[in-house]
């Protein structure tokens, strides 16, 4: 295999600790890193294979995860943080250094809104929810990913216990399709 998926899927995932109650993220940056304090586990930890989730060099995969916004504070060095791309359903705030992003925040109408995006990834603490499933894998080939390997990419996920989906997951997808239809007046 002559690809990553991500550094924490490669050798298997390391399951998450029942009752972990959050804890800290923080930038590359050797000297004043942005922080961000979690009050509590990320929810719908997933793997994204889309072009606007950050992932960490040589990866094909980001790891990226919820969490309600009242549980996120950025803790240390918010002014080094900018959006990314303000036209985008999710405002990813990067640190203008390193590159990373250490949160998403949604803030129009939404059916996700109130909910903030984070890489666990970026905390040395044990115990945050492990990864569930791969969204967006078909993603990949947009940016250069040779189609004829896509299934050794699906296989790769398969292997390590996650489903791969081409959207988010079934669940999810249902739940935008409730609010959806909802607010149309369907429902
Ligand atoms: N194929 C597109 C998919 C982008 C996409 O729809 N990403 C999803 C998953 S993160 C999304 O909800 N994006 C909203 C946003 O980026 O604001 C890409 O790779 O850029
Ligand atoms: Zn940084
Ligand atoms: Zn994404």
Not at 45 to 68: Q, R, T
Not at 156 to 173: A, N, R, V, W
């Amino acid at each position: 295999m002559a690809f990553s998926l991500h550094p924490s899927l490669d050798n298997g995932i390391t399951k998450g600790s029942p009752g972990f109650s959050g804890g800290k993220l923080r930038c590359h940056c050797s000297s004043s890193p942005v922080e961000v304090t979690l009050a509590g586990n990320v929810a719908h930890n997933h793997a994204c294979g889309c072009s606007k989730c950050w992932k960490p060099k040589g990866a094909l995969f980001s790891i990226v995860a919820v969490i309600p916004k009242d549980q996120l504070k950025v803790t240390a060095n918010e002014s080094k943080l900018q959006i990314v791309d303000k036209t985008a359903a999710i405002q990813r705030y990067a640190c203008k250094d390193c590159g990373v992003h250490l949160y998403g925040r949604i803030e129009n109408e939404h059916p996700f809104k109130g909910l903030d995006f984070v890489h666990v990834e970026l905390s040395s603490d044990k115990g945050w929810q492990e990864p569930q499933f791969a969204a967006f894998v078909s993603s990949i080939i947009e940016q250069g990913f040779n189609p004829e390997r896509i299934d050794e990419v699906r296989s790769k996920f398969k292997s390590i216990g996650l489903e791969t989906y081409d959207s988010l997951s079934p669940p999810l997808m249902d739940a935008i399709a409730t609010w959806t239809g909802k607010r149309a007046g369907k429902l």
